[in-house]
């Protein structure tokens, strides 16, 4: 069946240091979508890759589908306290969707 | 709009008892899917409802049901609940179902089981 492997698992960054996940996929995906999730909240969608090699941005953070399309990274520059949560990768596939394990972002002040 | 809505938002059950959670989507929205979010298991695809039908299906057991009324509200049902089923359900809403749309989560419940 599909896998979902999202590394790292947990990321401690300073405050205005970068940071950066990854999602890869054991097949090729028709697109990706990326969450995130604060603190006791619910998942928020932020952006959708369907291109191979696609890149997005929005503001500071930058989204990139791999070339083969079975790999994503999401990177953040210059974090901000307003970034902590949970950043997940999610695909659709085998009639299902599936959720990577997502990287839990926590900022040093 | 308004958004998603779930009901009610804390549970708690004992084993073997079953259980009913409900969720409004955004309006306009025909497509309900139900997650289940765990510490050690993380965010799991239960089922997707569209227009009444059970459209896609995780893999969970058949104790895990699900149903999605004309008015697009769905509910879950669980039954013979068991300890393992303590979890945060999430439900989601979107236009067109779950590939190329956007997933509009709601709150949640969190169910606890005794």
């Known amino acids: 069946g599909q896998q979902v492997m999202q590394i790292p698992q947990y990321q401690h960054v300073q405050e205005g240091e970068d940071f950066t996940t990854y999602c890869n996929s054991s097949?090729?995906?028709?697109?990706i979508q990326w969450y995130k999730q604060r603190p006791g909240g619910h998942p928020v969608f932020l952006i959708q890759?369907?291109?191979?090699?696609e890149v997005k941005k929005q503001k500071r953070l930058t989204f990139q589908f791999g070339e083969a399309k079975k790999n994503s990274s999401l990177h953040i520059t210059a974090t901000q306290t307003t970034d902590v949560g949970t950043y997940f990768c999610s695909l659709f596939g085998n009639e299902k969707l599936t959720f990577g394990t997502g990287t839990r972002l926590t900022i040093i002040p | 709009k308004a958004g998603v809505t779930q009901t009610p938002r804390y549970l708690i059950k004992t084993r073997g008892q079953q259980v009913t959670l409900s969720c409004s989507p955004i309006?306009?929205?025909?497509?309900v899917s139900w997650y289940q979010q765990t510490p050690g298991q993380g965010l799991q695809f239960l089922f997707e409802?569209?227009?009444?039908?059970?459209?896609n299906k995780g893999n969970f057991p058949g104790r895990f049901s699900g149903r999605q009324f004309s008015n697009s509200r769905s509910e879950m049902n669980v039954s013979t609940l068991e300890l393992g089923d303590s979890a945060l359900y999430l439900c989601a809403s979107s236009a067109g179902g779950l590939i190329y749309n956007e997933q509009f989560f709601g709150p949640g419940t969190r169910l606890t089981v005794l």
């Open positions: 309006s306009g929205h025909r497509s």
């Open positions: 890759l369907v291109k191979s090699g």
């Open positions: 409802y569209f227009s009444e039908t059970q459209r």
């Open positions: 097949t090729t995906l028709s697109n």
